[in-house]
């Protein structure tokens, strides 16, 4: 495989942008996009109203609204824990954090553009849908791993 294929390298493309549904919120993000995974827990999925959230962490300085930021609503769906969505189509856009107010949790699949990498494992499997198989090669944990694996 060369580094050109090698899809789990964080890298910093030159900005991503990102937009809700009904393309009434958009974003810029001017920096890299990490820790991408797939999350299983009952929040993440009743949140995105599927099995599972694909989510990456970016620094919240590198994060800025471009269209639409009066359109976004926040929802507290844990104590410290806000996810954002669009109040028109419903999107789920980030996820801010009290206790880290350095790092957003965001959404890839509002993402327009490649974030030049990929999931590295699945998250708090142990609350994943019954109906759901996962598939791939990819390392499962049934929480979140400690902060001390590599992914």
């Known amino acids: 495989m060369t580094a ?3 899809l789990n390298v964080d890298k910093a ?7 809700c549904l009904c393309q009434g919120v958009a974003f810029a993000i001017d920096g890299p996009v990490t820790d ?3 999350c299983h827990c009952t929040m993440c999925r009743k949140a995105h109203g599927t099995a599972f959230r694909a989510r990456a962490r970016i620094k919240s300085a590198d994060f800025r609204w471009t ?3 009066d359109l976004v609503r926040y929802c507290e769906s844990s104590p410290g824990l ?3 969505f669009c109040s028109v189509c419903g999107a789920n ?3 801010t954090f009290d206790a880290r107010p350095h790092v957003y949790g965001l959404a890839l699949g509002v993402l327009d553009d490649d974030p030049q990498v ?17 598939t791939d090669d990819l390392p499962q944990f049934d929480e979140l791993p400690d902060a001390r694996f590599k992914w």
């Open 118 to 134: 990929r999931a590295r494992c699945h998250v708090h499997v142990a609350s994943k849908a019954p109906w759901f198989e996962i």
């Open 82 to 84: 806000y996810r954002s």
């Open 13 to 19: 493309p030159t900005m991503l942008r990102g937009s």
């Open 67 to 69: 269209k639409g930021e």
């Open 36 to 38: 991408a995974l797939y």
């Open 93 to 95: 856009l980030i996820s």
């Open 4 to 6: 050109s294929t090698k």
